[in-house]
């Protein structure tokens, strides 16, 4: 692979410049809040994940909402890319949320078309931190994991609709500290009420507890049928908001919102047009 | 935001000072630009694969280990050899004022030494954007005296 030239295409494809058009093909989501292990757990995955298998990983950070620039930190996690037998077959790129709202830009679902056209088995995306109600990631990726921890709340935390009803796979990372049996089993409950309950996995990325029946799982991740709709409800949405944030007056309808004090209603005319 | 850049903030060889790095990292996000750390402890292969792969327009190298007579001529070597020819590269730690003309000649384009305010680095981001001074640009040109 010219690694060169795909990591300029990808540029010109997040600036605008380069049109793609949609490719079906194996795109996961890694989603869950800040701080769980999402780029560990992505590094233990590709760790166990045959090196035959070509891999690309978009990891997602915020852009500020104040300067619009971006530090891009999730790459530090990767120690596999460190391993000479792996790191050829493996595609790793950092990218901003920039004018997006959500836990992943628009744009990402454009970069994943690209890189499964350019023979990519699969695309992994690791999202923004994200909370409950963050299920953007649904409208690009045909599967979703979700990663908690322990510590982030009682048992009516994983009561309550959101997410964690989209995910495919929930890893319980951290199982080396205390309260992660409390999560499990606060899950196991929860979900047990639905139909198609999906498997709940504890991981320690410290010590390597259940990285081998992680590996196991994820190479044989079904999707569930229940969220059929929820993802098209995503695109839908997601399609909304790219044609205005794609619109070349975005950042300039912006500027005249918060110096002359144009109006929200003139401003989504505007734009609308 | 125009002029945004994306820029590689690296640590080269076996040095684990990374707060200079990390205030520059932060005041280049403050700035509007898109910064990629490495973390600790990179080869120089490892930072012009990460170069390469983020398609960054910069990377900026801190070293306090003494060692940036070696590390930074082999990074704009390879940079060369994998043609990232338009790739600009900046310095800071502690460089002493006696290596800096070695280092500028092998394609450092500017060398940022404790006390540098962070405008000045930017200022050197937003000039060096619109000049044709890559690594393997043939141009001399070096920021400051």
Redesign the interface.
Known sequence: MD??LL??Q??AIENGEMQVEHVEGDVIAITGPPGVGKSCIVDAILHRLSPNKKIAVLAVDP??P????????D??RLSV??DKTK?DSI????V?TRSSSGSIPSIVRDLASHLLANSFDLVLIETVGAGQSEIRCAAIANRIVVVEGPARGDGIQAEKAGLLELADLIIVNKSDLDGSDRVVNDLTISLGLTADAPPIIKTSVVNGDGLEELAEIFSNLDARNSSKRARFRQQLLMAHESLLTQNPQF?HVLDRMSEEGLALEDALRELSE | ?SG?Q?IVIAKPGLDGHDRGAKVV??A????????????LRRTPQ?IV??I????ARFVGLSSLSGAHNHLFPKICELLRE???NDVIVFGGGIIPIEDRQALYASGVRAIFGPGTPSQEILDFVNHASSMDCGVGSGSSWHWGE
């Not at chain 1, 595609?91 to 950092?94: D, E, G, N």
């Open positions: 690694r060169r990591a300029r990808l540029s852009t500020s104040i300067s619009g620039g971006a530090l891009l930190g790459r530090i890319l460190d790191s595609y790793f790129r950092s901003a950042e | 935001m945004r994306r990292a932060r280049l996000r403050d700035g509007g630009h898109e910064v990629i750390y490495t973390g490892q694969r990460t390469m792969d983020e398609d994998s043609e990232l």
